[in-house]
């Protein structure tokens, strides 16, 4: 399920086969009991597969049960309001981070995003956020020595992202320089209601509207919601 979270559309049993390694019985028999679950679709053919909508429902139904999603949707709603800029709520997995919640810029100009989209920790103002909730061995221990470089601006040396996250622990937030996508800058925090802490927020906005007044706000309304939400996630 993994497999074809990570990649959309539908594949031919080679192909599967190819990725994973598994036996092609096997693999065949697995698939065809999927689908009879309902948990992969096939074309109509029934020889290329992809993944089938309960998935959906059993990743709606994480969403929907979260408590920390539910407490923070007036917290999201005014830091959109107060930003106009896409706001996002994402949880740490791993060596990514997966968004939980999203808020739509309300500009033409805006970066496409979905709930549910995984991205490299370390390439991200969230995953930063996070990252430096944790000792400087524990990141070495969780990341490769070299990063992937997602775009030109990465940071794809261990040593050297740790040396930003201290910066990042001293002023309270983590930025994204064009890192994850070209064009596009974003600030993020910890929300710490627990320690380390596992979910961050983050505001993304173009480079061509990024101004040094705006760019002041919206630290200011980070800092202002990564407080609400610690009032109201305090007993999770």
Not at 14 to 32: F, N, T, V, W
Request: aromatic share 6%; hydrophobic share 40%.
């Amino acid at each position: 399920m993994e497999h074809f979270a990570a990649r959309p559309g539908l594949h031919s049993l080679a192909d599967i086969q190819h990725d994973l390694g598994l036996p092609k019985s096997s693999l065949y028999m697995l698939l065809r009991t999927l689908v009879n679950l309902g948990w992969v679709e096939t074309d109509a053919t029934g020889t290329r597969y992809g993944i089938g909508v309960r998935a959906l429902l059993v990743g709606s139904s994480y969403i929907d049960g979260d408590e920390v999603v539910a407490a923070a949707r007036p917290t999201l709603d005014r830091l959109s309001e107060d930003t106009t800029e896409t706001i996002h709520l994402a949880r740490m997995d791993g060596t990514s981070v997966v968004y939980l919640a999203t808020r739509q810029s309300r500009h033409y100009l805006r970066p496409f995003t979905r709930v549910g989209r995984r991205l490299p920790v370390h390439s991200t103002a969230l995953g930063k956020a996070l990252l430096a909730g944790h000792s400087d061995e524990e990141v070495r221990a969780l990341l490769p020595r070299r990063l992937e470089a997602v775009t030109e601006h990465t940071v794809t040396d261990r040593e050297r992202l740790i040396e930003e996250l201290a910066v990042v622990r001293e002023k309270g937030y983590a930025e994204d320089r064009e890192e994850n996508t070209l064009g596009l800058r974003c600030f993020g925090v910890a929300v710490p209601y627990r320690t380390p802490a596992r979910d961050a927020v983050s505001c993304s906005v173009p480079v061509a509207r990024l101004t040094e007044e705006r760019e002041e706000l919206i630290k200011a309304a980070l800092f202002a919601a990564r407080d609400r939400l610690s009032v109201v996630t305090r007993r999770m």
